[in-house]
């Protein structure tokens, strides 16, 4: 599980800028709530081989009594009630506020690990202009400039350091007996819900018991068909008598964590709504982490055939790029349409764990070239001389040869169709990778 930073302070002290350099994707994922002229931000980055997820939160005034601030600090609190340490932010040049105060002592009372950071410290010196900040009980202050990059990779790694030690991952370890992780994900109201208490109703279903409850990953194992899967929690579930409910209506960061340890992610979207910018937020997310993943448009029983085609235009339209996965419509609360979700969950499981041989995958390579060359770039032409399979889920193809900086977009397109179809690669996400023999 990847650890949770959430960036918290006043407005226009310079969180959107450290947000902006703490996370290398511009693909943010944005929890929309209806009202906010801020929403929360939700990135990941990765310091070395130390990967973190990072929650931006709008300006935080804990003592607001009402309107939009009161609303703001809900959304701040419920951010730094998901994650393992906050990183307060105060303005090393507007200096110490009555607000940074209310902030500081609900974040003292809070108890978690907190770093103290002053932002846009750029061409000052650690001495006098930062000695006030020490008033807020927060221990030592770490100057940064988010804007100019100073500092914040010291600031990280202080963060980092931080954390509470992980929990060790034996539960993954114990899992390794052919079981397909699966997590279900959608924005809120999409039917997750539904749709796990219709499957695990179904008598062909047969559930085991919930695990102990630990903080985070709650994971349902059953069986279905004589294959083993395990229902990677997104929501808090919680048994109660014979069904399941969330805890939690919806939370961006237990569905990210869900994601990163699927195997395969079964993204829902509701037909009544067509895809929602979260939607393709969480799309571009799967897409991002390599996941294996099957669409299924939900309360198809509820929408007409005018609306039917338009649902599926604006997934064309806004979700091509998840192309090679197979869509299906369904009703999780009619039980339609939900035997071949199963057949794509399990083929888009196959093909993320494909085995592909170097004999075959150069052979593939070579009548793809013979029936298309790469075009010459500069003074020389690209090369592909053989390939070789470099990872699973998602499976990488590592292609060698001569001069493949030349090789374009277009034409690692055309090579990944010819991999996709020699393969029968459906559901899972291809990296090609390119490597110059020099
Ligand atoms: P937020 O409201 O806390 O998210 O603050 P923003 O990231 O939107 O930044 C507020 C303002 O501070 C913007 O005008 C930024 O350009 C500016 N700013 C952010 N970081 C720095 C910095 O390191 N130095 C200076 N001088 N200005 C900064
Ligand atoms: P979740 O927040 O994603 O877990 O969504 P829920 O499972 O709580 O469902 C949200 C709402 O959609 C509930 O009122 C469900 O009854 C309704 N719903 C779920 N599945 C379907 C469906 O297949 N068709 C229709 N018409 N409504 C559904």
Known sequence: MKPVLALVGRPNVGKSTLFNRLTKSRDAIVADFAGLTRDRHYGQGHLGAREYIVIDTGGFEPTAESGIYKEMAKQTRQAVAEADAVVFIVDARAGLSAQDHDIANYLRRLGKPCLLVANKAEGMTEGAQLAEFYELGLGAVVPVSAAHGQGVRGM???????????????????????????????????????????????????????????????????????????????????????????????????????????????????????????????????????????????????????????????????????????????SAQKRQGLGPVWKSITQAHQAAMRKLPTPQLTRVLQEAVQFQTPKRSGMYRPKLRYAHQGGMNPPIIVVHGNSLEGVTEVYKRYLEGRFRKAFDLVGTPLRIEMKTAH
């Open 156 to 330: 990280l790694e202080l963060a980092l350091d931080a954390l509470p030690l992980p929990a060790a991952e034996d539960e993954e370890a114990a899992e390794d007996d052919g079981s397909i992780r699966l997590a279900v994900a959608g924005r809120p109201n999409v039917g997750k819900s539904t749709l796990i208490n219709t499957w695990l109703g179904e008598e062909r279903l047969v559930a085991f018991d919930l695990p102990g409850t630990t903080r985070d990953a709650i994971r349902v194992p059953f069986e279905r068909g004589g294959q083993k899967y395990s229902l990677i929690d997104t929501a808090g579930l919680r048994r109660k008598g014979k069904v399941f409910e969330a805890i939690e209506k919806f939370s961006v960061v237990k569905t990210l964590q869900a994601i990163e340890s699927a195997h395969v992610v079964l993204l829902l979207l509701d037909a009544t709504q067509g895809v929602t910018d979260q939607d393709a937020h969480i799309a571009g997310f799967i897409l991002e982490a390599g996941r294996a993943v099957v669409l299924a448009v939900n309360k198809w029983d509820a929408v007409d055939a005018y609306r039917r085609e338009w649902v599926q235009r604006d997934i064309e339209a806004r979700l091509g790029f998840l192309k090679f996965a197979n869509i299906h419509y369904i």
